[in-house]
């Protein structure tokens, strides 16, 4: 079946651009609508990780967030006097083995512009101002009848794969009938920004304030800007927190009404929901369009990138190298989980600022509780899925990301080097790697590439060091996660023979 498309998308926000992106890079012919004419102005997502700064690496839009972000100092918990309940947690200064410190603050507008000028010089088909209005998901593809809200007509398309990245009010799910599991974390909030318009004199950690008068957030966005957040609570009138007034009398304790400018005030639901399936039949959910979390643990943008960057290189291989469908599957069996994850303890952060909130001593708080608010900090390896044996497995590092290559100069990373994996699944060793004649042709389709690492780039990288402790030969998938390692109890052969069975071709 001729398809107009490989690949259609549905919503042109961060995520869906990045997706864009990742296949187009790939060499798919993508096409992407979006409701809207231009970005939004205003910004929404506000942070980006270690990991994060990692994948956009992948499309060379690095550049756009370390010129457009802060790097956060770090984070905590604080009391009603605005005192750390704990140790903070300092992040400033810290690299994580992506290469990368672990958060920074950027402003939206300004990263999101930026975006769609490289979408634009792009060999992507872009249709603004139109919207999804129906789907057909066939065994060979995927037909959908877009509507031009300019002029109201319509035009069907075809696609093999149509992903929806359209946010929480997804068109795409709706259409396929999506039911979304809740988890139970659902609250009134205002999410505050302003301009601050004299010296800086805001601390540069993101705090969550438990304060049972007024629970709260302050992020200390990329400058000149600052982010607060404040629960509404149930007998109180949402219409009275667009009011200036009141703004200023929540961000009084921080600011002067003289010293900043408000640049947006809005009113959220803050959600806990998850789709059932992120996957049905040809069609694919990403980011919002899956699911949504609180922003305590400022992932959420992040989910959604992680997304793209899972499912981008086995669309790739499937349509371009002829490998099975079935690689499609490990989408939803990798990335749900681990959304779950992030969804849940979002909420766990927010459940724990209600329980400092209302305890009469911080140490009264059930020490699950607290693990949890402070342990979700920290995201877990994938589970199950496309890894030796279909499990990961901490003894081959199986389900981690492989740590970043990077040269140094006086201490600090010169460049980063995810490019010596090049493009398709890595072979890195400290030895030489040989390969059977029998797997080459397989190695071939695969695109793979073969890095031994000399002892002086071993020494330089004590992330990379430690993990090449665990075996001799590591394969690693385009994403960075690790498949397996050879070592005494699993040969290279093994390996490969068992990836070769799951990348089962056509």
Request: charged share 25%.
């Amino acid at each position: 079946m001729n398809h107009d498309y490989d690949i259609g998308i549905v919503g042109l926000g961060p995520v869906g651009s990045f997706a864009a992106l990742l296949l187009e890079k790939k060499g798919l012919k993508v096409l992407a609508i979006d409701k809207d004419q231009d970005i939004y102005s205003l910004p929404r997502a506000v942070s980006i990780s270690d990991q994060g700064l990692r994948m956009t690496q992948e499309v060379n839009i690095d550049d756009i967030y370390i010129e457009n972000s802060t790097e956060v100092g770090g984070a905590g918990f604080v009391d009603k006097d605005l005192n750390f309940i704990g140790d903070p947690i300092e992040l400033k200064g810290f690299t994580t083995p992506n290469g990368w410190s672990p958060m920074r603050f950027f402003h939206q507008p300004y990263t999101d512009k930026k975006i769609r000028q490289r979408l634009e010089q792009s060999s992507i088909t872009i249709l603004l101002e139109t919207e999804l209005v129906s789907v057909i998901d066939e065994i060979e593809g995927v037909k959908f009848n877009t509507k031009n809200l300019v002029d109201s007509t319509e035009k069907q398309y075809s696609c093999k794969y149509l992903i929806g990245a359209d946010g929480g009010s997804s068109a795409l799910r709706k259409l396929l009938e999506i039911t979304q599991e809740d988890l139970n974390y659902n609250r009134d909030w205002v999410v505050v920004d302003v301009e601050l318009t004299g010296k800086n004199r805001l601390d540069d950690k993101a705090i969550q304030i438990c304060d049972k008068e007024r629970i709260g957030t302050f992020i200390p966005s990329h400058l000149p800007f600052r982010r607060w957040e404040f629960i509404i609570y149930d007998d109180e009138n949402k219409k009275d927190f667009q009011d200036d007034k009141k703004i200023q009398e929540l961000i009084g304790r921080w600011l002067n009404p003289n010293e900043y400018k408000i640049i947006r005030k809005a009113i959220y639901q803050f959600h806990s929901v998850l789709a059932h399936d992120f996957k049905k039949g040809n069609c694919f959910l990403i980011g919002d369009a899956a699911h949504q979390n609180p922003p305590f643990m400022g992932e959420g943008m992040m989910s959604g990138y992680r997304d793209a960057f899972n499912l981008a290189w086995k669309i790739a291989y499937v349509i371009k190298n002829n490998f099975s469908s079935n690689l499609l599957d490990t989408y939803q069996e990798e990335r749900r989980p681990h959304a779950k994850f992030v969804v849940e303890n979002s909420a766990g952060i927010g459940e724990l600022m209600e329980a400092y909130a209302n305890a009469d001593d911080p140490k009264d708080v059930p020490s699950e509780l607290v693990a949890k608010g402070y342990g979700s900090f920290i995201l877990p390896n994938l589970d199950e899925g496309l890894f030796y044996g279909g499990k990961a497995d901490d003894s081959m590092a199986a389900g981690q990301f492989f740590p970043q290559i990077a040269s140094y100069k006086d201490g600090l990373i010169e460049e980063h080097q995810d490019y010596l994996l090049g493009d398709g699944f890595a072979f890195l060793s400290k030895q030489e790697i040989e390969i059977s004649e029998e797997h080459k042709e397989f190695l071939d389709k695969l695109n793979c590439c073969f890095v031994t690492l000399e002892k002086d780039v071993i020494e330089s990288n004590p992330w990379v060091a430690g993990f090449l402790e665990l075996g001799d030969t590591f394969i690693i998938r385009p994403d960075k996660y690790i498949y397996g390692c050879s070592s005494n109890n699993v040969s290279l052969d093994e390996l490969i023979e068992d990836l070769k069975s799951r990348m089962s071709l056509n």
